[in-house]
């Protein structure tokens, strides 16, 4: 999956990837590392708990907010989509 990744071939996880990547990098110049991984640990502690402690009030509010987005992100995906460059296919001579 990384070398498709690299690749190109699925344009969405490589973008997702890259994006993911240059956030990092930002983050990183402005927080010192060990600070983040303790940011990091506390927050995998306590989110799972908090999740099981108000699971109903989190998936009703996810819920409204996925169905408010959903909306405008299918609008925003078919215009990227539409940008993009198609590969070209070779035609099978017979």
Do not use: C
Not at 42 to 67: E, M, N, Q, W
Not at 79 to 84: D, E, M, V
Request: proline letters at 5%; a positive charge.
């Amino acid at each position: 999956m990384a070398h498709d990744i690299t690749l190109g071939k699925d344009f969405r996880i490589f973008f997702k990837v890259v994006i993911a990547l240059w956030l990092l990098s930002v983050i990183g110049t402005l927080i010192p590392f060990f600070t983040l991984a303790y940011i990091g640990i506390i927050i995998s502690i306590t989110i799972p708990a908090l999740y099981d402690k108000f699971r109903d009030v989190i998936d009703r509010y996810v819920g409204t907010i996925h169905r408010q987005f959903s909306k405008h992100y299918k609008i925003v995906d078919g215009s990227l989509h539409s940008r993009l460059p198609r590969p070209l296919t070779k035609d099978k001579d017979p």
